[in-house]
C-alpha cells in the first residue's frame, strides 16, 4: 500500500511542473515536506524558537537559506531538515516539486521539495531552532480545520489562510504551500479539495503574486 500510494504521490506531483520565480534583492530558501508512510500518512512540521531572526514561534516545514556552497536547492533542503531535527537525508527519497512561493513581509523565496520516508524517523531537534515537532496526519489538513484569512485565535489575528490543528495555527507561507500540497493531490483523488479562494491570502501591497 505505501509503495502504491507513494507512486501515487509522485504522479499528482508530476501532473504539473512546478513554477519558478526569481525576485530582485529576495533570499533563496528551501524547504522539505516530510511524508511519513503508514496506514496514515503524515506530514512532519517544526515549530520555530522565538529566538530566530525570521518567522520565530511559526509553524514551519523544516528548511531554510540557501547556501552557496550548496549544489542546489534540494541539497540546501536537506542540510538544513538534518541541521534542524537530525533526519539523515539518505532516509528520504524526494518524489516532487511544487511551486516557489514568496514571503511577503520577511523577503524570501521558498523552493519546496516533497520528500517521502517508509517508516517514521527518529529525530534529534536542534533546541536552538526548534520548539517542537509537530507529527500531522495528512488527512487532517482538511476543511473543518480550515480558517479564512483574518480570523482570531487566542489574542492574535491573522492576516492568512490557516489550518488549525490541535490548537496549533499553520499559517503564512506554510500555509500556502499546505494549500498547493492539497490541491495536487485532490487532484488524483487522495485528499479532499480545499475551499475557499486561493487568491484570498494574498496581501493587498503584493506585487501581483499568486501562488
Known amino acids: 500500500m505505501s509503495l502504491e500510494l507513494k ?10 511542473s512546478p513554477s519558478r520565480t526569481s525576485q530582485p534583492g529576495a533570499r533563496e530558501a528551501a524547504v522539505l515536506i516530510p511524508i511519513v508512510a503508514g496506514a496514515e500518512p503524515t506530514l512532519i512540521f517544526t515549530l520555530r524558537t522565538e529566538t530566530l531572526s525570521s518567522h520565530k514561534g511559526q509553524i ?3 528548511g531554510g537559506s540557501i547556501d552557496p556552497t550548496d549544489r542546489s536547492p534540494q541539497v540546501a533542503a536537506l542540510r538544513e531538515t538534518e541541521e534542524e531535527i537530525g533526519l539523515d537525508p539518505r532516509r528520504v527519497e524526494i518524489i516532487g516539486e511544487l511551486d516557489t512561493f514568496p514571503t511577503y513581509v520577511t523577503g524570501y523565496l521558498v523552493t ?9 524517523p ?5 533546541p536552538a531552532e526548534v520548539a517542537d515537532v509537530l507529527w500531522v496526519p495528512l488527512a487532517e489538513l482538511r476543511e473543518s480545520v480550515r480558517a ?3 480570523f482570531s485565535h487566542g489574542d492574535r ?4 489562510e490557516a489550518w488549525v490543528w490541535n490548537d496549533h495555527v499553520i499559517w503564512g507561507v506554510t500555509a500556502r504551500i499546505i494549500r498547493l500540497l492539497l ?9 479532499e479539495r480545499p475551499g475557499g479562494d486561493p487568491w484570498s491570502n494574498l496581501p493587498t501591497s503584493s506585487p501581483g503574486w499568486r501562488v
Open 183 to 191: 490541491l495536487r493531490l485532490a487532484a488524483v483523488g487522495l485528499v
Open 7 to 16: 507512486a501515487r504521490v509522485a504522479q499528482a506531483l508530476a501532473a504539473q
Open 157 to 160: 489575528t491573522y492576516p492568512t
Open 112 to 120: 519546496p521539495f516533497v520528500g517521502w520516508l517508509d517508516d517514521a
Open 122 to 126: 527518529k529525530l534529534r531537534p536542534n
Open 148 to 150: 479564512e484569512p483574518g
Open 60 to 62: 514551519s516545514f523544516p
